[in-house]
């Protein structure tokens, strides 16, 4: 009996196709790392060979860059949880892509076809465990963006990727305790980034952009989840003090440390890094705009207030409140305590007269 040979899968080939004089096209093959020229013939063992140069070449390698960053005043900075996480993330991307050369980040093209590559290894990894993906794929962008952010590489090709696993954050409130220790430690930008979405329930993209135009000395202007139009709001005691207190720069309220607008890869970026200088675990920016929603039911507001305050529709306020209240027991709590005003109410208690 003869086996059938599986078809053999490399990775890294770069296919060029090139119309010769009599009207045909021939593919030539190279190896995408080094540039070496493949033979179709002996594609297995040309392949082989490159890829020995490309390990003896010397040049810097994603494992430098890895190490670039884990020996870094950044990492040093993050917290003892945070940097325990690290080790073993880094170790998988490095058996994986640490020969990778460090040049591959600056030729657009060579940097989109790893893209590629990684995005493929994330959704291979997701087969086993979508979290474990995530944490994966996590990893190896901040140690390109921080690569990309210090010059060290001209392009980052995966700011962003779809992430698998899909958390409940209904009970993922940040507690009043940490988001004032937060205040407290965060850059001034991302300070006055929670302070603005403590009180507003503003998203990051609009707290990135909100320009001081919109802050007339008692009102804020934001954008409503169910027009999209702009509207008025009343400023918080604490929005308008911090507010008040702050020096106008430029036509943003938050800017970055050189004094230009955020991008969304650079906020979320500082935001990660002030959230694990406190400990803030998964929580993250979006989870403060439940908590707001979540300490207006608890004072007493209804959905369609809820909805006028944060400019929701009243159907996302009511979903945020199911969301956010029910799994915490507040909703129930409210409710029975209500009911025990009620009787003591009928019963008289504490009423001149009554029977207490």
């Known amino acids: 009996m003869r086996l059938r040979r599986k078809p053999l899968k490399l990775r890294g080939i770069k296919r060029t196709a090139k119309k010769m004089a009599d009207g045909s096209v021939r593919i030539y093959l190279y190896h995408r790392a080094t540039g070496l020229p493949l033979d179709p013939d002996r594609l297995a063992e040309s392949y082989a060979d490159a890829e020995k140069k490309k390990r003896r070449a010397g040049k810097k390698t994603l494992t430098d860059l890895i190490r670039f960053f884990d020996t870094s005043e950044t990492f040093n900075s993050l917290s003892e949880e945070s940097r325990l996480q690290y080790p073993w993330k880094l170790k998988r991307i490095e058996t994986k892509w640490g020969t990778v050369p ?22 291979e990894l997701g087969k086993t465990s979508h979290r474990s993906a995530d944490n994966l794929m996590s990893a190896l962008c901040r140690v390109l963006s921080f690569a990309k952010e210090k010059r060290r590489i001209k392009y980052h090709p995966i700011p962003s990727f779809e992430r698998l696993y899909k958390s409940d954050r209904a009970d993922k409130v940040w507690p009043e305790e940490l988001q004032q220790q937060f205040i407290r430690t965060a850059r001034a930008a991302m300070a006055t980034a929670m302070i ?7 998203r990051a993209a609009d707290v990135r952009k909100f320009p001081w135009t919109r802050y007339d000395g008692e009102r804020v202007q934001i954008r409503s989840s169910k027009t999209k139009k702009l509207l008025w709001i009343p400023a918080t005691r604490e929005l308008k003090a911090h507010l008040d207190g702050l020096t106008r720069t430029g036509a943003l309220v938050v800017l970055t440390p050189t004094g230009k607008a955020y991008t969304r890869r650079y906020f979320n970026e500082h935001w990660r890094e002030d959230a694990d200088r406190v400990n803030a675990g998964e929580l993250n920016f979006h989870d403060n705009r439940g908590t707001a929603a979540t300490l207006l039911a ?3 507001a209804t959905a369609p207030e809820i909805a006028e305050a944060l400019t929701w529709s009243v159907d996302k306020a009511q979903r945020v409140i199911d969301a956010y209240l029910a799994r915490r027991g507040v909703l129930a709590a409210n409710a029975i305590q209500k009911l025990e005003d009620y009787r003591d109410k009928r019963a008289g208690v504490g009423m001149p007269g009554g029977g207490n």
């Open 298 to 300: 608890e004072a007493g």
């Open 102 to 123: 460090e040049d591959t980040f600056n030729n657009q093209d060579d940097a989109d076809a790893f893209a590629a590559d990684a995005l493929a290894w994330h959704q």
């Open 196 to 202: 603005l979405v403590r009180n507003t329930a503003m």
